[in-house]
């Protein structure tokens, strides 16, 4: 347990390593907030990108806050002495979210309603949500594109496109050129970003 | 045997509240532009009901603190009842506390502890959260118990929406949490996410049929839309008070129920101050400037309203109505005499507001509606006669006889009160005037009269004059007083008419 936290930089401060296949992306933020991102080095594709609040108390921990990719655990609800007293049950769909370079990828995984007409994929552009319904009442699931939302573009229904291989629900939308352009740009300001060398990394 | 049949009968019996004198008022009787009407119990004062209707407003708007008002009159002109009305109609959220100033003298705390206790109860604090939690109507619940007896449960929990359905896996506190709220399928529950305190809604409609047997407690929901899991803001109010009974140190919330909080230091204050002007800025917090009600306000003493002057001008100050039934009197711990017993400079900064004495017609209407509240049928004889013994002697006597006379028509089995009936109570009963004028009459007769003459003669310079004059008027009106005592009640407004 950490007595003295460090001063949070006033700029935010990227480092960057390389494991695996993958290169990690690590941001501190001005208001003590962290974020990770994980891209696939042979593709460049964004593969998890997740967040995590200031901790501002010793006895407090802030789990991190997956927005893109998959989360280790499902839903669990802790008591006191954080032992689990509910969670979800395996045999749930889960929910991932993904990306990739032309477009924005969602998987509902471990689903099972076998036919296709079961699935109801849908996008509201005026609510600027993407719903998805079944049938049997068994799966709802209501979610938006949080970079669209915060540039204000708006949603087309012809952008959306879905299928269903068992047991997996894949539903894609196509990114605009805007967005396009735009990672375009931060891929290349991240390509500046040295490598931290992992051989030389002092260990404590 | 018997006693469990009593309860049984008094469980089917509907519950039935204690009446109060002021129980009839359900708010200010006011419309949208502050015309005051006869309704909500409430009767007469316009002009006083007008002036606190503009004093809601400036709580509503919430952007002024510490003002002050004062209702002043003379006594059972409704300063309570008005008081009352302006709690009732802020409703329930708003921080109304009601004290009587003699409520501040106390062994264990100061005077103005006590004071800075009830001015920080009048200020809300409105904290808002927002949780995640699962809503849905429970499918089934599952409990597997192991085989032994001995070891932990575990279960299963099937929830839906009206889109969708998700089972989630229970751990022995879950089951046990499920079993205690006595939740079964058909249940629309939430559970919060991050405690997993569970709360029942309600039933489902869709689980509703023709000819259950249900509680007349339980109430039937519809089936939650959309996903199970949802974010939801969840508002609290607490009052200043009771963030610093919490963080006293040496006491702990416990206190709060206790009420033995004993004396807060100042330092507790300040950092709890400083702590939700943070909030504020935050925007996680909003303050709720309520009502602080002083009844009987002269009987603070002169440190106390020192104490008021300066209480008021703090920024955190709620809105203080004070109410006194005092005319020209000394202050409270002082020679000097002051309007209403109240300092001249505390005075300057209040808003007054008069009530005045009820009309006949007012005094009737009052009556009518406590007849309905205490529930007792009088017939128009009857509501005459007890008219103009509100007029004569006083409404509170009059409201007192309501009981007293429904009792007496019982007795002679009797269906409606009748003036004969009101008649007896007030041959029963002295009110005031009849009571100051016997012992005017006989009061050497009492215990300790010559020594109490002695003392008045002595203290004779100091008596005002109308105070002698008023006596002197009584003195020769119980010369008549004597002669109507055994008259028919007919008689009696004559009788007073001095």
Not at chain 2, 164 to 186: C, F, N, P, Q, R
Request: charged share 25%; aromatic share 6%.
């Amino acid at each position: 347990m950490m007595m003295q936290q460090s001063q949070p930089p006033t700029q935010p401060t990227v480092t960057a390593i390389i494991s695996g296949n993958r290169k990690k992306f690590h941001t501190s933020l001005p208001d003590g907030s962290e974020s990770v991102e994980e891209y696939d080095t042979s593709n460049g594709a964004l593969m998890v990108r997740k967040r995590r609040e200031k901790v501002t108390t010793a006895s407090e921990t802030k789990t991190w806050k997956y927005e893109v990719g998959e989360p280790e655990a499902r839903m669990a609800i802790l008591d006191g002495n954080s032992q689990t007293i509910m969670t979800e049950n395996v045999n749930n769909p889960i929910f991932v979210v993904q990306d990739s370079v032309p477009s924005y990828v969602w998987r509902v995984r471990n689903i099972f309603y076998p036919q296709e007409k079961t699935y109801q994929v849908s996008c509201q552009p005026r609510d600027r949500k993407i719903t998805i319904r079944t049938t049997n009442k068994k799966y709802f699931k209501v979610f938006n594109i949080p970079d669209m939302d915060a540039l204000g573009l708006p949603y087309e229904e012809d952008k959306l496109s879905w299928s269903y291989s068992s047991p997996t629900l894949i539903i894609r939308y196509e990114k605009p050129p805007q967005i396009k352009r735009l990672e375009e740009e931060k891929r290349k300001e991240r390509e500046k970003v040295p490598v931290v060398d992992q051989e030389n990394c002092k260990t404590q | 045997m018997d006693v469990a049949k009593i309860s049984e009968a008094k469980d089917l019996q509907t519950r039935m509240e204690r009446i109060g004198a002021h129980s009839h008022i359900r708010g200010l009787g006011l419309n949208d532009s502050l015309e005051a009407r006869a309704s909500e119990g409430m009767v007469g004062q316009s002009k006083a009901r007008k002036g606190v209707g503009i004093i809601y407003q400036m709580i509503k708007e919430g952007n002024l603190s510490g003002r002050g008002v004062l209702l002043a009159g003379q006594p059972g002109t409704g300063k309570t009842a008005i008081a009352m009305g302006l709690a009732q109609t802020l409703g329930a959220e708003a921080a109304f506390t009601s004290i009587a100033a003699s409520e501040i003298y106390s062994h264990e705390m100061s005077k103005t502890e006590a004071l800075t206790q009830a001015i920080r109860r009048s200020i809300a604090v409105r904290i808002k959260e927002e949780t995640e939690m699962i809503e849905g109507e429970v499918i089934e619940i599952q409990i597997d118990r192991p085989a032994s007896g001995t070891g932990s449960k575990s279960g299963k929990l099937t929830l839906k929406t009206t889109d969708m359905e998700t089972v989630y896996d229970l751990g022995g506190k879950m089951i046990d949490a499920l079993t205690k709220e006595k939740v079964t399928s058909g249940d629309v529950i939430t559970i919060d996410k991050a405690t997993g305190r569970i709360t029942r809604l309600g039933r489902s409609f869709t689980r509703s049929k023709d000819f259950e047997v249900v509680g007349s407690n339980v109430k039937f929901v519809q089936c939650p839309e959309g996903e199970l899991q949802k974010r939801k803001e969840v508002v609290h109010t607490v009052n200043l008070h009771e963030i610093d009974v919490i963080n006293s140190r040496n006491q702990g919330f416990m206190a709060l129920f206790s009420g033995d909080t004993g004396e807060i230091k100042p330092e507790v204050r300040e950092q709890i101050n400083t702590k939700v002007g943070e909030w504020r800025e935050e925007g996680k917090a909003e303050i709720v400037p309520g009502v602080l009600f002083i009844d009987e306000v002269h009987m603070l003493d002169i440190e106390c309203f020192s104490f008021l002057n300066q209480a008021m001008e703090n920024e955190l100050a709620p809105i203080i109505i004070m109410a006194s039934n005092r005319g020209i009197t000394t202050i409270r711990g002082t020679d000097q005499s002051s309007p209403h017993g109240i300092p001249i400079d505390l005075l300057d900064r209040l808003l007054i507001i008069p009530t005045v004495p009820y009309s006949e017609d007012e005094i009737r209407k009052i009556l009518k509606i406590r007849l309905e509240e205490e529930d007792v049928d009088m017939s128009d004889d009857g509501l005459d006669a007890l008219t103009r013994l509100g007029v004569e002697t006083s409404l509170r006597y009059a409201i007192q006889t309501i009981t007293t006379s429904a009792l007496v028509c019982a007795k002679r089995k009797g269906s409606q009160v009748e003036a004969q009936d009101i008649a007896k109570v007030y041959s029963l009963f002295v009110d005031v005037q009849r009571s100051t004028q016997y012992l005017q009459e006989y009061n050497e007769m009492y215990m300790f009269s010559e020594k109490q003459d002695k003392s008045l003669f002595a203290s004779r310079a100091s008596v005002p004059m109308s105070v002698i004059n008023v006596t002197l008027k009584l003195m020769a009106a119980s010369n008549k007083f004597q002669l109507s005592h055994n008259r028919s009640y007919g008689a009696i407004g004559s009788a007073f008419g001095c």
